[in-house]
């Protein structure tokens, strides 16, 4: 397979990148400066690096990368610092998720396309009605509010929950909805629910990183694991001891 990747040098990216080459899949990925890819991986044969801020490349140039993709995988995310949260552009996974779905769709792929986002534990699937708390309500109120990345991350979600939906010919999604982040240097058990469990502000779990690249790479290699959650917005947990 060749698979498109966005956000390849962040934390959750770059193990994703390294997940599907040793899997033998052919890897285009967008970074904004090469050398903050591993060395071992710019090395590999069966990855094509693209320098460019994804947002700053042209239509044209969007559908060109993406023409001959058999997946498209999402890991950006906004850098927790005060420019990372509040400069721009404000809306970088949406914008990106939004463009990279009319891309695909003008490289009129022969079959469906895979679209694997990942997203926020914190963020609803408002298709399923999830249920929340009062107490959770009025925290996620005030961050769609006061954090620009929470509302990024909402409306990313919706470009292919709402707009794709889940008869689309050209596009299949799933997004993955990882709880509180944390690194950890080899895969290790994890739990996929449709729903969130806990409260993802008030009572928040942890999921690596690695395992998140990890369920993502089995979406796009796995045709048992993409038809189990097509369409669907997983919550990811690292297995508690």
């Known amino acids: ?3 498109f990747i966005v956000g390849a040098s962040g934390a959750t990216g770059s193990l994703l990148v390294e997940l599907l080459l040793d899997c033998g899949h052919h890897v285009k990925a967008v970074v904004r400066r090469p050398e903050r890819m591993p060395e071992g991986l710019r090395n590999y044969p069966n990855l094509t690096l693209i320098q460019a801020s994804i947002l700053d490349l042209s239509d044209a140039e969007m559908i060109a990368y993406v023409k001959g993709c058999d997946a498209v995988a999402s890991c950006l995310g906004h850098n927790l610092t005060l420019k990372g949260m509040f400069g721009a552009p404000h809306m970088l996974v949406t914008e990106t998720t939004r463009r990279l779905c009319a891309a695909i769709r003008s490289s009129q792929p022969a079959t469906a396309v895979r679209f694997v986002l990942m997203n926020t534990t914190g963020n609803r699937n408002r298709d399923l009605a999830e249920p929340i708390s009062f107490g959770q309500r009025i925290v996620i109120l005030l961050l769609r509010l006061l954090l620009p990345p929470h509302r990024d ?39 996929l629910h449709a729903s969130p469990i806990r409260s993802a502000i008030l009572d928040a779990g942890e999921t690596s990183r690695i395992n998140v690249s990890h369920f993502m790479a089995e979406l796009i290699s796995v045709h048992a694991t993409w038809y189990q959650w097509k369409g669907q917005m997983p919550v990811i947990y690292n297995t508690e001891a």
């Not at 689309?168 to 058990?189: F, G, H, K, Y």
Request: glycine letters at 2%.
């Open 153 to 191: 991350n909402e409306r990313a979600a919706d470009v292919l929950r709402r707009q794709v939906g889940q008869n689309d010919r050209q596009i299949e999604w799933v997004a993955v909805r990882p709880d509180n982040l944390v690194d950890q240097a080899d895969v290790s058990d994890y739990e």
């Open 1 to 3: 397979m060749t698979v």
